[in-house]
């Protein structure tokens, strides 16, 4: 148990690490949004409790299922890599390049665990995964052809990385609770006059926290 929790730890730790980085970073100084990206006490209190928030779900899925060791390996890897995104595109309208790379690293290494352990189910693992990421990019990129600007280059990319984590078994839970955390973040910001209809909403937060949501449910 204790190998998994402190696993889950250390890449959100190295996330943490990275979060603040690009916070800090020159390079990501510049945004469409009112206010540049900077390290403010908001930020800190964001990633302690995303941090801890990944601690305690953690430790929830692994008493509660371990039917599917792997995908349990691969659910918590992906919400340990991803939650700096939420932040970070709900306040700069963008989902830096840094963590999409840091989370195919993060499961090019989880690709070695199952060709070492798991030699068993790795075609159908690897069958499963790039299926996941291929479909779910290809119908993006159809999106954005249908009804233009409707996802961002950053969103396909994200969704590329849930699909390689998640395989054909969760990356469809994922995207429909994505939809609808999307969905009422709209109808809020909609109602409460903070957006116009012809604004931007950052997608990023909605995937983060649908990815959770689904996440989660899968192991109830």
């Known amino acids: 148990m204790w190998m998994f929790i402190a696993a889950m730890a250390l890449i959100s730790l190295v996330s943490g690490a990275l979060f603040v980085y690009v916070l800090k970073s020159e390079k990501y100084k510049i945004s469409k949004n009112e206010a540049p990206l900077k390290l403010t006490k908001s930020a800190v209190i964001y990633g302690c409790a995303a941090i801890l928030i990944n601690f305690f779900v953690s430790m929830f899925i692994y008493k509660s299922n371990l039917q599917n060791e792997l995908y349990m390996y691969k659910s918590m890897s992906l919400l340990s890599v991803i939650w700096p995104v939420a932040y970070i595109d709900f306040k700069a309208y963008r989902i830096p390049n840094l963590f999409i790379i840091y989370g195919f690293s993060v499961r090019a290494v989880l690709f070695i665990f199952e060709i070492i352990f798991k030699t068993d189910t790795l075609k159908s693992s690897v069958i499963s995964n790039v299926a996941a990421s291929v479909i779910i990019v290809a119908v993006s990129l159809l999106c954005t052809v249908i009804l233009k ?34 969905f009422f973040i709209a109808c809020f910001v909609l109602a409460t006059k903070k957006k116009g209809r012809k604004d931007t909403i950052p997608f990023g937060p909605a995937i983060v926290a649908g990815t959770y949501v689904a996440v989660f449910l899968s192991f109830l």
């Open 149 to 182: 600007n409707s996802i961002g280059i950053g969103d396909i990319k994200l969704f590329a990385l849930l699909g390689i984590f998640l395989g054909l078994e969760g990356i469809f839970g994922a995207i429909f609770f994505s939809l609808i955390v999307s």
